[in-house]
Nanobody, 118 residues
Framework: QVQLVESGGGLVQPGGSLRLSCAAS????????MSWYRQGPRKERELVAV????????HYAASVKGRFTISRDNGKNTMYLQMNSLNPEDTAVYLC???????????WGKGTLVTVSS
């Protein structure tokens, strides 16, 4: 069974940091591009960051570039998102996504809620 499980969300003060994790199972992790999306209560789902196959191949949304860092540990089948200098605009459900590099099939996690507030 394919499974993507996010963790690490919660309540954090503006300027604080959180580290999200996405644990993958049921598929060949190294054959998939991994990414983080987010969706606020009044916004469309948007791509936050993507890591194709390794830590050296990453891309970020302009709104998070310089503050967030995406990484993956292929030995642990896990992807991470280090979020620093958080602000209320970062409040959203963050979702893990996997895309098969060969046939384009995608998988989604259920998401973890990040709330940035005083």
């Amino acid at each position: 069974q394919v499974q993507l499980v996010e963790s690490g969300g919660g309540l954090v003060q503006p300027g604080g940091s959180l580290r999200l994790s996405c644990a993958a199972s049921g598929f060949t992790f190294t054959a998939h591009s991994m990414s983080w999306y987010r969706q606020g209560p009044r916004k469309e789902r948007e791509l936050v960051a993507v890591i194709t196959t390794s830590d050296g191949d990453t891309h970020y949304a302009a709104s998070v570039k310089g503050r967030f860092t995406i990484s993956r540990d292929n030995g642990k089948n896990t992807m991470y998102l280090q979020m620093n200098s958080l602000n209320p605009e970062d409040t959203a459900v963050y979702l893990c996504n996997a895309r098969d590099l060969y046939n384009g099939l995608v998988y989604w996690g259920k998401g973890t809620l990040v709330t940035v507030s005083s």
